[in-house]
T-cell receptor, first 113, second 112 residues
Framework: NAGVTQTPKFRVLKTGQSMTLLCAQDMNHEYMYWYRQDPGMGLRLIHYSVGEGTTAKGEVPDGYNVSRLKKQNFLLGLESAAPSQTSVYFC????????????FGSGTRLTVV | AQSVTQPDIHITVSEGASLELRCNYSYGATPYLFWYVQSPGQGLQLLLKYFSGDTLVQGIKGFEAEFKRSQSSFNLRKPSVHWSDAAEYFCAVGGDAGKSTFGDGTTLTVKP
């Protein structure tokens, strides 16, 4: 019963470095999302996907790119990391109707120094 | 645009006491509403959801929530709090493409 798996769990980057966060789900969900969580600010949507091969911008997309080449995977990329991207990143997935709520991964804690 | 307000940043209750966490939302149509719980260092877990029908919904871990359209509220309740309920609680409203907007969260502390 894996659900949503995020890798890595922790990462420290230097300013300007790049990295990719991987999200994998085994529930055959159509929709997938990337959120960032910062203290006192709840969760903010970065990018989302409503199906394989599709992506769209959320509330805070700048500095991030995403890809969904396979239905079960949703990748979040940081091309040139900045200290403002220090955050906890959560991936979530849901059915196509979205009315059953999200299944979340356990998060990736990213620090950019 | 949809939005969620959780007026209480931090709430402290004694173990065994009742709990109510407030949530107000803004959404143009009939909303999908959710409550999630997050334990320290963990992801969020869905507690309960509302999208139609009975306005009082039951969830896991003994939680319930009541949808009040006239007040644009979806408050979370529990009759008797346990120490293990200490966590952060998020209210969310779901919109198009399943996108959810989250409140800023309420941190619950349980006193022994």
């Amino acid at each position: 019963n894996a659900g949503v798996t995020q890798t890595p769990k922790f990462r420290v980057l230097k300013t300007g470095q790049s990295m990719t966060l991987l999200c994998a789900q085994d529930m055959n969900h159509e929709y997938m999302y990337w959120y960032r969580q910062d203290p006192g600010m709840g969760l903010r949507l970065i990018h989302y996907s409503v199906g394989e091969g599709t992506t769209a911008k959320g509330e805070v997309p700048d500095g991030y790119n995403v890809s969904r080449l396979k239905k079960q995977n949703f990748l979040l990329g940081l091309e040139s990391a900045a200290p403002s991207q220090t955050s906890v990143y959560f991936c979530a997935s849901s059915t196509a109707t979205g009315d059953y709520g999200y299944t979340f991964g356990s998060g990736t804690r990213l620090t950019v120094v | 645009a949809q939005s969620v307000t959780q007026p209480d940043i931090h709430i402290t209750v004694s173990e065994g006491a009742s709990l109510e966490l407030r949530c107000n939302y803004s959404y143009g149509a009939t909303p999908y509403l959710f409550w999630y719980v997050q334990s320290p260092g963990q992801g969020l877990q869905l507690l309960l959801k509302y999208f139609s029908g009975d306005t009082l919904v039951q969830g896991i871990k003994g939680f319930e929530a009541e949808f009040k359209r006239s007040q644009s509220s979806f408050n979370l309740r529990k009759p008797s709090v346990h120490w293990s309920d200490a966590a952060e609680y998020f209210c969310a409203v779901g919109g198009d493409a399943g996108k959810s907007t989250f409140g800023d969260g309420t941190t619950l502390t349980v006193k022994p």
